[in-house]
Nanobody, 123 residues
């Protein structure tokens, strides 16, 4: 099956950490940029982070810079999002998605999406 599966979400207290995984099956991630997006209730989906295929350049939305780290493990065909110093405003469903080679802010250019994993930051 060709799919992306997010995992690692859950409930965490403010200041805590979570590590999200985006595992690909049925295809290789070698030629794709992988973006992480999130959507909170009542809000539009926003791009959070992205790692490119060509040179592994990384990008982050300003609100998560210094707190989140995106990485790729080619052997595992998986991309990770390490989230630290989590805040209540980080609460959302987090999605990963693929795009050919390079990252983009335009989410409609991402072709394949996972179904999301819930992250809840609350005391």
């Amino acid at each position: 099956q060709v799919q992306l599966v997010e995992s690692g979400g859950g409930l965490v207290q403010p200041g805590g950490s979570l590590r999200l995984s985006c595992a690909a099956s049925g295809f290789t991630l070698d030629y794709y940029a992988i973006g992480w997006f999130r959507q909170a209730p009542g809000k539009e989906r926003e791009g959070v982070s992205c790692i490119s295929s060509s040179d592994s350049s990384t990008y982050y939305v300003d609100s998560v810079k210094g707190r989140f780290t995106i990485s790729r493990d080619n052997a595992q065909n998986t991309v990770y999002l390490q989230m630290t110093s989590l805040k209540p405003e980080d609460t959302a469903v987090y999605y990963c998605a693929t795009r050919a080679w390079r990252c983009s802010d335009y989410e409609k250019t991402y072709d394949r999406w996972g179904r999301g994993t819930q992250v809840t930051v609350s005391s």
